[in-house]
């Protein structure tokens, strides 16, 4: 047993029911996938299809279309050897349905896709994503998928300034255990006043690396932005994993400026996780940092 194996991670996800809210065919079975990386064959999958209340006619097509949706989905589920239910609910409000829903079931993470760009207009019209992300108890993911996610060989995740939240660094842990895929954390110097030294970024990805478990490789990178880093540190990945930044409080981002927009110019999937947060702590951080951007040159 090598050094890296005997260390303690600081969290470990243990989640005994996830909820799959699926509305596209094209990419449902993806979002299986996704949560079969992300968990142990103990979890219960609840695979869920909100019909949206309308007349009769539109609404009965609409179930129908739906139901065999959730029941080809949960089908792939099984055949992965996972413990999956259906679940059909008709409601007038599909994100209070998918709350209301996670909270019966006792789910401790939700996973939801995201369809085409992120754009302060989508994100204001698609309320579905962004009031579940705004109004859940628990753990959600949302996954912008571009690639097969049967076999992710390569993943990326960026470190802040800010040391990531350890269940999310659980969350990387736990699919290199499934997938034993290789990983890499990334941190971008852009030379803003205050910024850290290459020396003592790679000693704060060091201390990063001391909550992980699985082996992972590090990388300090400079470029004029945060974001230009990050694409180039991408190229070759096949998996995204991103945490909100401060602004996703606000109804102009789904997860925060740079997260959205790297999400929107990347090649690979993208899973935006927000660990569990009380809406008025994470209104107030994002508070701050809006106001920390006003006052600090760029």
């Known amino acids: 047993m090598n050094e890296n194996q005997t260390k303690k991670p600081s969290e470990e996800l243990n989640y005994g029911n996830v909820l799959i809210s699926i509305a596209n065919p094209e990419t449902a079975r993806q979002l299986v996938t996704m949560a079969h990386h992300v968990t142990s064959h103990q979890?219960?999958?609840?695979?869920?299809?909100?019909?949206?209340?309308?007349?009769f006619p539109e609404e009965e097509r609409s179930w129908r279309k739906g139901s065999e949706l959730v029941m080809d989905t949960t089908h792939y589920a099984q055949r992965l050897?996972?413990?999956?239910?259906?679940?059909?609910?008709?409601?007038?409000?599909?994100?209070?349905?998918?709350v209301n829903s996670a909270e019966e079931i006792e789910a401790d993470f939700i996973l939801m896709?995201?369809?085409?760009?992120?754009?302060?207009?989508?994100?204001?019209?698609?309320?579905?994503?962004?009031?579940?992300?705004?109004?859940?108890s628990c753990d959600v993911g949302v996954l912008k998928s571009r690639k097969d996610l049967s076999e992710v060989e390569k993943i990326l995740m960026p470190v802040?300034?800010?040391?990531?939240?350890?269940?999310?660094l659980a969350l990387l842990d736990r699919i290199l255990q499934q997938e034993k895929a290789e990983a890499e954390l990334v941190h971008?110097?852009?030379?803003?006043?205050?910024?850290?030294?290459?020396?003592?970024?790679?000693?704060?990805?060091?201390?990063?690396?001391e909550l992980m478990r699985e082996e992972v490789d590090t990388r300090v990178m400079?470029?004029?932005?945060?974001?230009?880093?990050?694409?180039?540190?991408?190229?070759?990945?096949?998996?995204?994993?991103?945490?909100?930044?401060?602004?996703?409080?606000f109804d102009r981002f789904l997860f925060g400026r740079t997260a959205d927009n790297l999400t929107n110019r990347v090649e690979a999937s993208v899973l935006m996780f927000k660990g569990s947060e009380h809406k008025m702590v994470a209104w107030s951080k994002g508070l701050v940092k809006a106001l920390s951007d006003l006052v600090t040159p760029s």
């Open 81 to 98: 050897g996972r413990v999956a239910k259906p679940l059909t609910v008709t409601s007038g409000s599909i994100p209070d349905a998918i």
């Open 43 to 55: 979890t219960t999958f609840h695979i869920m299809n909100v019909t949206r209340q309308g007349s």
């Open 188 to 209: 971008v110097l852009t030379g803003r006043p205050g910024e850290q030294t290459e020396e003592e970024a790679s000693q704060y990805l060091g201390e990063v690396l």
């Open 160 to 168: 802040g300034p800010n040391k990531p939240r350890p269940k999310r």
């Open 222 to 249: 400079r470029a004029e932005s945060v974001l230009n880093g990050l694409l180039t540190a991408s190229k070759e990945a096949d998996l995204v994993i991103l945490g909100p930044g401060r602004e996703w409080v």
């Open 113 to 136: 896709g995201w369809f085409g760009r992120i754009t302060p207009i989508a994100v204001r019209r698609s309320s579905v994503v962004n009031k579940v992300l705004h109004s859940a």
